[in-house]
């Protein structure tokens, strides 16, 4: 059986969601300031945060500019889930409020990030005001437009990187940056998906 006859009965067997992607990341923290002793002396630097964030790629950009992507979520599943130092950082599922910007070339340089705004509170009662991730290119190479993709960012493509948690109106911070950005599973299939389905076009 050729290529193409495996691809046909991968699309049979296995429907998938060709909007929904969900970003595996692993990044590592950098600093952390803790003033109202939040997070109990429990994450320090050097230790490993774990985590994904979804997104739906058809999402409409809700900005006008040419340059600049901002694509608004409100609904579950879509937002970002990590975990560090036995705590754990998410959107909340039922108040989700999670912006992912891609901004091309504008003004002189690229940039990819998201912001989780509303968040369930920790374990211990603390809020979480914010959680984010910023890369940044300054030389404006790395992106071609500010439409979302279905891949997961090339880190070696950017000079910036940096993960920020913070909350209790900046009671504590943790500041990072992502070693690894990979689709999960289901994503990467569905990228396999469309694969197949051109090749079938093209038989």
């Known amino acids: 059986?050729?290529?193409v006859g495996v691809c046909v009965l991968t699309l049979v067997a296995l429907p998938v969601q060709a909007e929904l992607v969900t970003i595996n990341i692993e990044g590592v923290v950098d600093t952390v300031e803790d003033d109202g002793y939040y997070l109990d002396g429990q994450i320090h630097i050097g230790d490993i945060i774990t985590g994904w964030y979804t997104y739906d790629t058809d999402t409409p950009d809700t900005n006008p500019s040419d340059n600049v992507g901002d694509y608004e979520h409100s609904t579950s599943p879509y937002g970002v889930h990590l975990t560090v130092g036995g705590f754990t950082f998410m959107t909340d599922p039922t108040n989700v409020d999670f912006l992912l910007e891609l901004v091309n070339d504008?003004?002189?340089g690229d940039s990819y990030l998201f912001?989780?705004?509303n968040n369930l509170d920790l374990g211990n009662g603390a809020s979480v005001d914010m959680i984010t991730w910023d890369l940044d290119d300054s030389t404006g190479g790395t992106l071609y437009s500010d439409d979302l993709s279905q891949t997961a960012p090339n880190l070696a493509s950017w000079d910036g990187n940096e993960l920020r948690i913070h909350g209790e109106r900046v009671g504590y911070l943790i500041d990072g940056h992502v070693t690894s950005?990979?689709?999960e599973p289901a994503t990467i299939l569905t990228l396999f998906v469309g694969a197949c389905m051109a090749l079938r076009k093209r038989s």
Request: charged share 0%; proline share 17%; aromatic share 16%.
């Open 1 to 3: 059986m050729g290529v």
């Open 106 to 108: 504008y003004p002189s």
């Open 115 to 117: 912001h989780s705004y």
């Open 181 to 183: 950005a990979v689709p």
